[in-house]
């Protein structure tokens, strides 16, 4: 949270107090407590603790080189990285992928990403939605292997795959996926289920006062009888297509 820009007085007026630089480590019974120590009291606790990247376990990818992007200090690193550099792959086609490629693409880099499937985001958004993404890449300038499994990344810099044998870029960026941050939620014994917190349908979760909402959360949906992440287009999009 310490990359957050500066706040207003308009939180101040709705009587909402912000500490920045200060995660919470500790989920009790009414209380938490944060890494400096400090414990705040509540009648009420949502967690909307997000998501992480994931790194894919496949020799190379850890190196630290390599970049991931989900914070606005990662964006800011990855643009000092770009200094000097030519070209970029990025190994992901989802929304972080798309998006850091047409960015990379736009500050003048030669740009390719690995995209798994047939299309960017088929799986998540449908044929149709993913054809539209592989035209606006295209657009702007961005090289995309379609169908294409990343094998392994060689210091940092060498990418293989199944259909390029070797790829070699100043800068390569994984987007892979991210995964909840349940660590705070766990530690506290929170009814967990398919690595997000269990929610009712209204975003209670197994212990009283306490909430989950956004990617961290599995929310139900009494009219299906099933519960989905509480924030995924693809749960959306797969409803709307569903009968009743």
Not at 19 to 35: F, H, Q, S
Not at 177 to 198: D, F, K, M, T
Not at 218 to 237: E, F, I
Request: aromatic share 2%.
């Amino acid at each position: 949270m310490g990359d957050l820009p500066p706040l207003d007085d308009s939180l101040a007026e709705l009587d909402i107090t912000v500490t920045l630089g200060d995660p919470v480590t500790e989920l009790g019974e009414g209380r938490v407590r944060t890494a400096a120590g400090a414990v705040h009291r509540f009648t009420t606790c949502v967690l909307a603790t997000g998501t992480e990247p994931v790194r894919p376990g496949l020799p190379g990818t850890g190196h630290a080189d390599v970049r991931t992007l989900r914070s606005a200090a990662d964006s800011r690193e990855l643009r000092a990285a770009t200094a000097g550099v030519r070209s970029a792959i990025v190994v992901g086609a989802g929304f972080i992928g798309c998006e850091a490629a047409v960015s990379l693409s736009r500050l003048g880099l030669q740009v390719t990403v690995v995209c798994p499937d047939d299309v960017p985001q088929e799986k998540r958004l449908g044929p149709e939605a993913g054809g539209f993404l592989l035209r606006w890449l295209k657009s702007e300038g961005v090289s995309v292997l379609r169908g294409t499994k990343l094998l392994s990344i060689e210091d940092g810099h060498r990418v293989r795959t199944d259909l390029v044998p070797v790829l070699d870029a100043g800068l390569v960026v994984l987007a892979t996926g991210v995964r909840p941050r349940i660590g705070l939620a766990e530690a506290a014994g929170l009814a967990l289920e398919r690595g997000r917190i269990r929610t009712d349908e209204h975003l209670r979760t197994s212990r009283a006062g306490v909430l989950a909402a956004g990617d961290v959360a599995l929310a139900y949906h009494r009219p299906r009888d099933a519960r989905s992440p509480s924030s995924t287009g693809a749960t959306a999009s797969r409803w709307a297509r569903s009968p009743g």
